[in-house]
């Protein structure tokens, strides 16, 4: 297929400047991505799965998900292995925590161009790299790192090598498909197959490839899947089906195996599982719009020209793989009543592979001037919302940030002017980036001051008060405290409190302290960190003339038994 798409026309403009500027915009791409590897982890997600994997390290059990002593019972294991062994080799930090998701996302810039090569051409391919490298939302995940970086790496992955299998007739491909696709349904669920399946299925039926149903090797591909996800079904038997009397979701007899294949995915589609949500059908519509800038107008446009085409006698050579696949996961994604923007970024692939091929073969004019006013009004949107940004938040050095992104709009512009749509590509692509490592090298930064766990932790050990810490068991967790804090952190209720026989240093909100101290205990050695929840960033906290009302205190206190 991929020979034949060799010789279907395409515009020779994008050869040419792709030929010149791929590997810069490449390199400029993953530089970016990869800034997200110096900062902090961010609370809640990040901090909590980092203190997983943390206490998988320091316990030596890597079969048992625990979290603050307590069984955990949400996420499959994949994740955490690969975080843990991460810890291993390089320590337990935070860019130790980042980097293995980083890589696997890394590794679906890599099967997105060799998949995209095989179904068209290298330039294809080409350009379907840089569609994945400057989305949105995957280069935030690569700072608020959850499971969706593995994901998009493992799923595209798993579809290339069934591809492989499909088209080349070679069963051999089945064994790093069911891998990656087992990989994939560690991380996230056994939904991802279902997706992943989708795809072909649709392939086959549109195609009349009936006899692929039957075909042995799909069957020892469903084999092997089964066989590479026994090492987390083995887990989640011994932590909690070998164990009926652990209490979990305020029950016993919880099953894990029973939660891996039903209630974590079909239990929060039909919202009957213990974690429920309120869904929402067009909440994805326009999370999309946001999240897959600067390509969201690409979207649009190309779904209207398929629309045009509805009906028309199927191709040989048509791809309905991965129009498919987005579209499954779109529509499951949408109808399910538990909903985050980020589970979007795993169909990312598959929509970076169906814009590029729209963009090398897009010849109606009436859309490139749809996407030179739209992109045009969204490349000074973008740099000014960084210039904005930068005011309200009361960043330092303002009249010196505002000049390198104004000089930066202009020298991009020069280096990709006019009208051509290559060139509209060019000062999208490299907008967004720059938005991005300003966000990365400037914004975050700054926000993290008031994530105060990481900095009472951090405080802690770089003036080596050790010692146990406490934190309280009634309170919202601070999960970056405990990832980051080099000693051991405890649980306490307040009534222990009562029967203290020493001091005991505690990390708690400001208001638990006040609180403490108007029942009669004796607080001492008091140091005080600004705290704000920042993955749910508000204008009143963005806005340095009303951040203080936004913003309350953690506190790391010494408290003295009580004199009775």
């Not at 004796?522 to 960033?537: A, E, G, N, V, W």
Request: glycine share 6%; aromatic share 18%; proline share 4%.
């Amino acid at each position: 297929m991929g020979s034949a798409y060799e010789k279907a026309i395409f515009h020779t403009s994008w050869k040419a400047w792709l030929d010149k500027w791929f590997y810069w915009l490449l390199l400029l791409g993953v530089f970016v991505n990869g800034s997200g590897l110096l900062l902090p982890v961010m609370e809640p997600d990040g901090a909590l799965y980092a203190t997983i994997s943390k206490t998988m390290v320091l316990s030596g059990d890597y079969i048992n998900l625990k979290v603050q002593g307590k069984d955990w019972l949400d996420k499959p294991h994949f994740p955490f292995w690969m975080t843990a062994l991460s810890f291993r080799l390089f320590g337990i930090n935070g860019f130790a925590y980042k980097l293995p998701a980083f890589l696997f996302w890394l590794a679906g810039a890599y099967f997105i161009f060799a998949w995209t090569k095989e179904l068209y051409n290298v330039q294809t391919a080409r350009l379907s790299v840089l569609v994945y490298l400057a989305a949105e939302h995957l280069i935030i995940s690569n700072n608020d790192v959850r499971a969706e970086p593995y994901l998009t790496g493992l799923i595209v992955a798993a579809t290339y090598f069934y591809y492989r299998t499909y088209k080349e007739n070679k069963s051999i491909f089945i064994i790093p498909g069911s891998l990656f696709l087992g990989a994939a349904v560690m991380t996230k669920g056994i939904f991802i197959a279902a997706i992943v399946a989708s795809g072909f299925i649709a392939e086959w039926t549109i195609k009349k490839k009936w006899s692929e149903f039957w075909n042995p090797r799909w069957w020892l591909a469903i084999t092997l899947l089964i066989l590479f996800i026994m090492p987390e079904l083995i887990c989640l038997y011994i932590q909690f089906d070998h164990h009926p009397e652990k209490i979990l979701f305020g029950q016993t007899h919880v099953s894990g195996i029973r939660f891996f294949f039903w209630d974590s995915q079909f239990g929060r589609f039909l919202n009957t599982g213990p974690i429920k949500g309120e869904g929402d059908i067009l909440f994805y519509t326009h999370t999309l719009m946001w999240s897959f800038l600067p390509w969201s107008v690409f979207v649009i446009l190309m779904m209207v020209s398929r629309i045009k085409k509805f009906g028309r006698p199927a191709d040989s050579n048509t791809d309905y793989i991965n129009p498919v696949i987005f579209v499954t996961g779109f529509i499951i994604f949408s109808l399910s009543q538990f909903q985050l923007p980020h589970y979007l970024n795993i169909l990312y692939p598959f929509l970076s592979i169906m814009v590029s091929a729209f963009l090398t073969n897009l010849d109606e004019q009436v859309y490139h001037k749809t996407i030179l006013y739209v992109q045009n009004i969204l490349y000074c949107l973008l740099f000014s919302f960084a210039i904005v940004l930068a005011i309200i938040f009361g960043l330092h050095n303002l009249l010196l940030t505002g000049a390198v992104l104004a000089t930066l709009a202009f020298s991009i512009y020069r280096f990709f002017p006019g009208n051509q749509l290559v060139n509209i590509f060019g000062r999208s692509f490299s907008a967004v980036l720059v938005l991005s490592l300003f966000l990365n090298t400037l914004f975050y930064p700054e926000i993290f001051k008031y994530q105060s766990g990481m900095k009472a932790a951090t405080f802690m050990k770089e003036n080596n008060l050790t010692g146990p810490v406490y934190t309280f068991r009634d309170l919202i967790p601070e999960f970056a405290f405990e990832f980051y804090s080099a000693q051991p952190v405890y649980l306490i209720k307040q009534s222990e409190l009562y029967t203290l026989k020493g001091n005991i240093r505690v990390f708690a909100p400001k208001i638990k302290i006040d609180s403490l101290r108007n029942e009669g205990f004796m607080i001492q050695d008091t140091l005080t960190f600004p705290h704000f929840h920042i993955s749910k960033l508000n204008g009143t906290f963005i806005d340095s003339h009303t951040r203080a009302q936004a913003v309350d205190s953690s506190m790391l206190a010494t408290i003295l038994p009580k004199r009775i």
